[in-house]
């Protein structure tokens, strides 16, 4: 029920093509869906995040798409640079009672030049 | 720039030791987190509060408890480390509910 699966585990994209890193939930409580960049030997931080009244929200090269009816959301990076190559988490949580984040596994995403 | 100091970035203790791991925030959050993170598993929230002395245990609270005397620090306790607990732990603060965490660097445990 809280589960929040992420694919792939691992990604490598070429400079300049677009990376795609998809999250599926069964929780259809949840109303906050961030995502979180980390690099080695540092925490993760926030990247962006979306509410489920859109379905789209962009920041710069970074966009979510949510799909309510189908419990997914995903996460694009265009123009793909060297400088993204980290470990992006999917996250999920909702208003009610304690704010227990559910996040997800992870994707080791790799830019090569 | 807002901070999640985490006092320790490497530890090594032995079987059966008490370990102390503090978190400090200046951000005057009111919510903060403790998460270990192994590969594979993600980040597995292990105690969490959202006042001072308050405390909620988490999804894998066993062997670990919480101590939060004031506002801007949260500790975590092993109270008898154990080789399944060598671990990245990550301490985490947030300032509304369902708002974004600002994470500290990590402390990574090893328990020999």
């Known amino acids: 029920q809280q589960q929040v699966k992420q694919s792939p585990q691992s990604l490598i994209v070429q400079k300049g093509g677009i990376s795609i890193i998809n999250c599926a939930y069964e929780?259809?409580?949840?109303?906050?869906f961030p995502w979180y960049q980390q690099f080695p030997g540092k925490g993760p931080a926030l990247l962006i995040a979306i509410r489920p009244d859109v379905s789209e929200k962009k920041e710069g090269r970074f966009t979510i798409s949510f799909n309510k009816s189908a419990k997914q959301f995903s996460l694009h990076i265009m123009d793909s640079q060297p400088g993204d190559s980290a470990t992006y988490f999917c996250a999920a949580s909702y208003s009610g009672g304690y704010q227990k984040v559910t996040f997800g596994t992870g994707t080791k995403l790799q830019v090569i030049p | 720039d807002v901070k999640v100091t985490q006092s320790s970035r490497y530890l090594v203790k032995r079987t059966g030791e008490k370990v102390f791991l503090e978190c400090v925030q200046d951000m005057d959050h009111e919510n903060m987190f403790w998460y270990r993170q192994d590969p594979g598993l993600g980040l597995r929230l292990i105690y969490f509060?959202?006042?001072?002395?308050?405390?909620e245990k988490g999804d894998i609270p066993e062997g670990y408890s919480v101590s939060r005397e004031k506002k801007e620090r949260f500790s975590l306790i092993l109270e008898s480390a154990s080789t399944n607990q060598t671990s990245m732990y990550l301490c985490?603060?947030?300032?509304?509910?369902?708002?974004?965490?600002?994470f500290g660097s990590g402390t990574r445990l090893t328990v020999v």
């Open positions: 929780n259809t409580a949840f109303d906050y």
């Open positions: 509060s959202y006042d001072v002395k308050m405390k």
């Open positions: 985490a603060s947030s300032f509304l509910k369902n708002y974004g965490y600002t």
